[in-house]
């Protein structure tokens, strides 16, 4: 008898992260300074609109090092000090990329001094001051996006040829020429924004309205599947968000997504969707909202603001943040499953409690839901008003 492969761990989508972020650039093949001085340049010119990070190591020799600072030198694993300005965390526990994920899990762009840490992505200076070095970490070339000649350098060194047989391919900048450098990681992250999903959230029970909310029709179909053909316009993929005993109760033509993360209402629907899709954006929207519209989602989706966490609408009716219907970004996942290990399932305290961008809507009833009868009745009486209104029109 043969028995089948047991797997021990169960498989899921891993985001694409590299050691430290989604966007991470090694520079390596310069003396420090230098790698430090571009990293100033890039950083300077990109921080007004992505959120930027720089990893670096101590360059002291072991003898030069001082004593541990603070508290770190009476035996303290952590210390952290409001400088004011800043913020300044020292840790004596040895960091691995797991931790380092967790720490620059906000950054759109992260670049690393190659000399001591490396990357999934690499920016090579050819430097005749670093060459015998550089010779020395091919095997870190691993996906080389950009060259840089140095000063002293007039053409590419035969070593890097033979290890990157596709070097021509790549492009080459003179170290002097910041503004084709600096246009070079602006472009390269405009091209990883996320693409944009849609998410309609029908899994409710929907106990305070007495009828299953989403399979009501207040526009000649179920709100499920008018609001997952509203999402079409705006969105790459769209689907229903439902509970797994409700497959079966959905059109063929449209996707579900039955929750995975179970009992936490829409924040298990969030959640759910990011873990199908970790690195895609979700425009999330509640499918009790009959007076949403084309024009409100064109607000949202044009003013996405992808270097924050989400972008979302301030609710009419107290000023907070309105978690169902909002763009939650792939950065927001981390977020989403810290609060829920702090034992935290709103999603609304998430958005409270992180860099969202928050608008006005242009239009606030198209926030009004529907939970009640009462609002039930509301909500009708402004679809009659509309209705006639366009008519006279």
């Known amino acids: 008898m043969t028995s089948k492969e047991h797997k021990k761990h169960s498989i899921i989508t891993r985001p694409a992260y590299g050691n430290f972020a989604r966007n991470e650039w090694a520079i390596l093949g310069t ?46 694993v952590a210390e952290y000090t409001d400088q004011i300005h800043y913020h300044q965390f020292d840790f004596k526990k040895e960091l691995n990329p797991f931790k380092f994920r967790q720490l620059f899990s906000e950054m759109d762009l992260v670049l690393v001094n190659g000399n001591h840490q490396q990357a999934k992505a690499q920016v090579v200076i050819i430097d005749n001051a670093k060459k015998a070095s550089l010779q020395k970490r091919l095997p870190q ?64 029970k929907s106990l305070r309205m007495g009828q299953d909310k989403s399979a009501m029709q207040w526009h000649g179909k179920e709100q499920r599947y008018f609001m997952a053909e509203l999402l079409e316009q705006f969105c790459n993929e769209v689907f229903i968000s439902c509970r797994p005993e409700q497959e079966m109760e959905t059109g063929e033509k449209y996707k579900l997504l039955p929750d ?23 425009l999330v929207v509640a499918c009790d909202l009959p007076l949403l519209d084309e024009t409100t989602l064109q607000q949202l989706t044009k003013h996405r603001n992808s270097s924050t966490v989400a972008t979302t609408f301030q609710s009419p009716h107290d000023g907070f943040p309105e978690p169902l219907i909002t763009i939650w970004e792939p950065k927001s996942y981390p977020e989403l499953l810290a609060f829920l290990a702090q034992g935290y ?41 509309r209705t006639k209104q366009l008519h006279a029109e």
């Open 345 to 385: 399932t709103c999603p609304r305290k998430v958005l409270l409690n992180s860099a969202v961008t928050l608008l006005k809507p242009l239009d606030p009833d198209a926030l009004l839901n529907v939970n009640t009868p009462d609002e039930l009745e509301r909500v009708q009486l402004i679809l009659q008003q």
């Open 31 to 76: 003396p420090c300074g230098v790698i430090k001085d571009l990293a100033d340049v890039v950083i300077k010119a990109l921080s007004g609109k992505y959120k930027c990070a720089y990893v670096d190591a101590q360059h002291a020799n072991a003898d030069e090092q001082t004593a541990l600072p603070g508290r770190l030198n009476s035996g303290a």
């Open 260 to 282: 995975t993360f179970t009992g936490l209402g829409p924040y298990g629907a969030i959640l759910s969707a990011f873990r199908e899709q970790p690195d895609a954006a979700w």
């Open 141 to 204: 070339l691993t996906n080389v996006q950009l060259f840089i000649l140095a000063d002293n350098t007039d053409e590419m060194f035969d070593f890097v040829k033979d290890a990157l047989p596709n070097w021509q391919e790549i492009p080459i900048y003179q170290l002097s020429n910041t503004t084709k450098i600096i246009s070079f990681f602006e472009v390269q992250l405009q091209q990883a924004k996320p693409v944009l999903n849609g998410l309609v959230l029908a899994g409710g």
